[in-house]
């Protein structure tokens, strides 16, 4: 019961279930409410849950603010696109020489699955985060054009427990940040404190090598970052680099 009034108390300005036309409203806050119970999401670092909105804004106790908004966040799901044969990300998943199908092992802000999908790829991605999976599905709600379906699971299991039918997989595991001067923007600062780090990227990799159905694996890695196990080949941005297994690695 504590854990239960802890999780109600985080939502404000939440819509009037009498009134009519704010039931849809009122339902979808009810439906956050139970999800983060019974997936007993620790509420400790959330100050509270916006859900006037269409897509609810999340306040953690340290003052930053988060939202995911597929339609209005023009920065990170409108960038310009041009083609699936030259886009860096593409190539390195094969620019459908392999197939369209993608699996994204970690979704997070789905920033690079959207592209995907707004590049012809039809993508499936895995977020383990209760509340970040909830603000995804609200945002996709709004945006329902997109060949994206979003799982709540952890990759790890999700891989060892799931028939795989995607051609390549997708993997952008977060590391610790190393470099502290420099801190990203509000959002970013929240979703790395909500999220953390992905502790356990090298054993979800070993996992994904072993899907004998998948044709390719793709690690995003940003540029000097270590590899996790030796790449057959890479795709090198500016920034990023795409270490590249072929399915059944190891």
Known sequence: MGF??????LFVNTPNLAQPD???????????IEFLEKNKFDTSSIEKIDMSSDCPVIYDK????????FNKDKQNYAKKK??????????ALGAGKYGLRILDLTAGLCIDAVFL????????????????????????????????????????HYLKEQPIHSDVIYFDPMFPEKNKSA???QEMVFFRN???????????????????????????RSIKAPILLKPQSEVKGKLVRFDLYAGAYV
């Open 183 to 185: 801190l990203p923007r």
């Open 82 to 91: 041009i083609s699936i044969k030259k886009e860096l990300i593409s190539r």
């Open 194 to 220: 909500l999220v953390g780090a992905d502790e356990d990227a090298l054993n979800v990799l070993k996992e994904a090598l072993l899907i004998r159905s998948v044709k390719r694996v793709v690690v995003k």
């Open 22 to 32: 704010q039931f849809q409203s009122a339902k979808k806050t009810e439906v956050w």
């Open 62 to 69: 340290a003052g930053n603010k988060f939202s995911i908004d």
């Open 117 to 156: 999908a707004q590049l012809g790829y039809s993508v499936v991605s895995l977020e383990r985060n209760p509340l970040i999976y909830l603000a995804l599905t609200a945002a996709l709600e709004k945006k329902p054009d997109l060949d994206l379906k979003i799982i709540f699971n952890d990759a790890y």
């Open 4 to 9: 239960e009034v802890s999780c109600r108390s």
